[in-house]
């Protein structure tokens, strides 16, 4: 069996499966195996960036040089050695016993492969950074949930009851998701909060409007220490502290 054709293992490269005969052919030959490899390593590269966020462009030239080298011509035989000065005597006859001469055409077959494998795998680059580029577009940013709650009513809410949800996302960015069920939606408004342990510090994440609302972790702020998340009811009276009149409470817990 012959080379398999370059186009033929780009298309393999980016995902397509081999045929049996293909397979026992890239097992048994160096050459495809070699390219084959190559144009794989290339792709894999070309998908490790789907997680590198928005991708640059490559300029238009950038092809354009591709193309231009793919395409230019291989000199011909007769242009590789200058012309022979005029008057010059011929050059003389090779010995009967010499060698024969190489014959050119095994190498002017590898140039020509090696013109086509260096477009298969400018195809198959400018394939990999057009799948990259539209997974970029459309994905949603990948995020991972690190933590959890479940927040339990105090006294003075009987019924009320509620869940908490840290999410970190591909930034590094950390949001408290808060969602509170069944309480007395009392004058005033509802604030959530994170508290040590201890007590003796908190932060204030901001107020919740509704049962539901998604707010952002400080990035100084280790929640391994301000471990429990609080929403109280708060009074218009303009004091930014704790109230002291907790809804609902609960230590997170780490996944």
């Known amino acids: 069996m012959s080379h398999l054709d370059p186009e033929r293992l780009a298309l393999v490269a980016v995902g397509e499966p081999l045929t049996g005969a293909e397979q026992e052919h890239v097992a048994t030959c160096d050459v495809c195996s070699i390219e084959l490899a190559e144009l794989e390593h290339t792709v894999a590269v070309g998908r490790s960036t789907m997680t590198l966020g928005e991708l640059e462009t490559p300029p238009e030239r950038v092809w354009d040089r591709i193309l231009d080298e ?74 991972v949930e690190i933590a959890s709650a479940t927040l339990a009513a105090f006294p003075d809410h009987p019924g009320a009851a509620g869940t ?44 919740l409007d509704g049962k539901k609302g998604t707010f952002v972790v400080p990035a100084d702020v280790d929640l391994r220490e301000y471990v429990l998340v609080d929403v109280s009811q708060e009074p218009l009276d303009g004091d930014p502290t704790h109230s002291g009149d907790s809804i609902v409470r609960g230590p997170l817990e780490f996944s």
Do not use: C, H, Y
Request: charged content about 20%; cysteine-free.
């Open 70 to 143: 793919v395409r230019s011509p291989q000199p011909a035989a007769s242009e590789v050695g200058a012309p022979a000065p005029a008057g010059s005597p011929p050059p003389s006859a090779a010995p009967a016993d010499a060698p024969p001469v190489a014959d050119e055409q095994p190498k002017r077959r590898g140039g020509l492969r090696g013109g086509r494998m260096l477009f298969a795998l400018a195809a198959s680059i400018a394939a990999v950074l057009a799948i990259v580029g539209i997974w970029s577009f459309v994905r949603a940013p990948q995020s």
């Open 164 to 207: 908490a949800q840290v999410i970190e996302l591909s930034d590094g960015e950390r949001t408290l998701t808060v969602n509170v069920e069944d309480f007395d939606e009392s004058d005033g408004f509802r604030e959530v909060w994170l508290i040590t342990a201890d007590a003796s510090a908190l932060v204030s994440l901001g107020e």
